[in-house]
């Protein structure tokens, strides 16, 4: 069982993905939602080891596309329950072990909610992103998080000088009068 174990290690090392997604959502306090997920896709003919490989994690959602399957799991009590322990055990060791020691501190901060509780927590969480990924990612993704990093201190700066006035979203520790 180990040496299965250490091969899907070795096959998220090569095809496996740990990343944050940023997404644009009016219902969250800062107007983003921050959404982490661990995916390691594969050829539609290798679904029984994506399969066995869900097994062994004990969770995730696979889906199909064309000619690929991928299993996906993007829930923080998963990802904190059962995909970072895993990793822990059976540790990567090409350039992933960098994402996926990012990608942990992240996880962990979201599941603590310190990006909801204390906009440094969402802004740290921002910085620790843009350090994941390295290999291909681009200016424009770069620059978006540099965009969003400002937008989010314009809010903060706003609601410090008018604290709820012109929006519903109050800074934090700030109660509605």
């Not at 299965?4 to 009016?26: A, C």
């Not at 994506?50 to 995730?60: D, F």
């Not at 696979?62 to 322990?85: A, H, R």
């Not at 350090?131 to 770069?142: D, I, K």
Request: proline fraction near 5%; charged fraction near 25%; charge should be positive.
């Amino acid at each position: 069982m180990d040496n299965f174990r250490f091969y899907i290690t070795g096959l998220v090392d090569g095809e496996g993905s740990f990343s944050v997604s940023i997404q644009q959502d009016p219902t969250h306090r800062l107007g983003y939602r921050l959404k982490p997920s661990f995916s390691l896709g594969l050829h539609k003919e290798d679904l029984p080891i994506l399969n066995e490989i869900r097994k062994n994690l004990n969770c995730g959602t696979i889906y199909f596309n064309k000619n690929m399957v991928q299993l996906k799991v993007e829930n923080i009590e998963s990802l904190v329950g059962k995909v970072i322990p895993f990793f822990e055990k059976y540790p990567l060791r090409a350039k992933k072990k960098d994402d996926f020691e990012i990608f942990k501190k992240i996880v962990l901060i979201m599941s603590r909610k310190e990006h909801v509780k204390n906009v440094h927590g969402f802004l740290k969480i921002l910085k620790l992103r843009s350090q994941m990924n390295m290999v291909g990612r681009s200016r424009r993704m770069l620059g978006r998080a540099n965009q969003i990093r400002a937008e989010v201190a314009q809010k903060v700066e706003h609601w410090t000088e008018n604290p709820g006035v012109g929006s519903s979203i109050l800074p934090l520790g700030t109660k509605p009068t």
